[in-house]
């Protein structure tokens, strides 16, 4: 079956520790993303990609890296630099960067400080 | 930044009963679109309602959109107890760049009990 695989589902960061999340799909698509949740609020975007090897910061992107090597493959780094990780992290992909195309998302990885 | 906003917050419900959820929202927008979240899972798109639509239905979901009043509606019909869940709308602005952007509100979180 098509779908976003997201791992690990849970994680753990030590301080000064980077760590990265990962996420794939075999649906084809295009675009990818990162979202970040709060408990209680709305999704938020970390980074966005459209194509291989190209990538854009969202609205929340200081102390997360990415990168886009594969089209299947679109993983998330949690930087040091990010002093309130603590979230939980969805990666989503659509089509294309064509507005009406509905995203599809992963079933997340939460992310807790030890 | 969240531009959709949901009403109510929290809404507890018999099986059997209609659940009506809300979204208002503050800029133009291309398109309007409401998904789904199971605790702890990722998000499922329901439903996409362009601008010039007022009004879609997808099996027991109706999605109403008034553009001038800058707000939608999703009325879930006959709610089971599998409808638990929090709703989102997210908004596309108007097309620039071919990057389909969701702006998310907080979410709406319905308990169906049987």
């Known amino acids: 079956d098509g779908g976003i695989t997201q791992s690990p589902k849970y994680l753990f960061r030590k301080e000064g520790q980077n760590v990265t999340l990962s996420c794939e799909q075999n649906?084809?698509?295009?675009?990818m993303y990162w979202y970040r949740q709060d408990p209680g609020q709305g999704l938020r975007l970390i980074y966005y990609?459209?194509?291989?090897?190209?990538?854009q910061k969202g609205d929340i992107a200081e102390g997360y890296s990415v990168s886009r090597e594969k089209k299947e493959s679109f993983p998330l780094t949690v930087t040091s630099a990010q002093k309130n990780p603590t979230a939980f992290y969805l990666c989503a992909s659509s089509r294309g960067g064509i507005a009406y195309q509905p995203q599809h998302f992963g079933d997340g990885t939460r992310l807790s400080i030890l | 930044s969240q531009q959709g906003e949901e009403d109510p917050q929290a809404l507890s419900i018999q099986e059997g009963e209609n659940a009506t959820m809300n979204c208002s929202y503050k800029?133009?927008?291309?398109?309007l679109q409401w998904y789904r979240q199971n605790s702890g899972r990722g998000l499922v798109h329901l439903i996409l309602i362009r601008s010039n639509e007022r009004e879609k239905h997808s099996g027991r979901l109706r999605v109403t959109l008034d553009t001038s009043k800058k707000s939608s509606s999703l009325l879930i019909t006959a709610s089971r107890a599998a409808d638990t869940a929090s709703y989102f709308c997210a908004t596309v602005p108007p097309f620039s760049g071919g990057y389909n952007k969701l702006i998310f509100g907080a979410g709406t979180r319905l308990a169906v009990h049987p």
């Open positions: 649906l084809n698509h295009d675009a």
């Open positions: 800029t133009s927008i291309n398109n």
């Open positions: 990609s459209q194509i291989v090897n190209d990538f």
